[in-house]
């Protein structure tokens, strides 16, 4: 998801996403119970205001690990 805060209102956008090699200027990696949480997370960022945030999940590796008994 990514989102944009304008006046205090907040839009959600399912995609398309940003090409980064155009737009990714930096990452933020948090740690949430789930994508809400995350976007919550996101929301409070100042640069929200004059950009868009894009969430995406992160594979969690070791757990990944422990499910294949890798």
Same mark, same amino acid.
């Given at each position: 998801?990514s ?5 205090q ?6 995609? $398309?996403?940003a090409e980064t090699?155009?737009? /990714?200027a930096?990452?933020? /990696?948090?740690? @949430?119970?789930? /994508?809400d949480h995350?976007?919550?997370i996101?929301?409070?960022? $100042?640069?929200a ?7 995406? $999940?992160?594979?969690?590796?070791e @757990?990944?690990?422990q499910?294949v008994?890798?």
């Amino acid at each position: 998801r990514s989102f944009r805060v304008r006046q205090q209102r907040t839009t959600v956008f399912d995609g $398309p996403f940003a090409e980064t090699k155009e737009y /990714l200027a930096g990452f933020n /990696l948090i740690e @949430a119970d789930d /994508l809400d949480h995350a976007m919550r997370i996101a929301r409070t960022f $100042p640069w929200a205001r004059i950009g868009a945030i894009e969430v995406r $999940p992160v594979r969690d590796m070791e @757990a990944v690990r422990q499910r294949v008994g890798a």
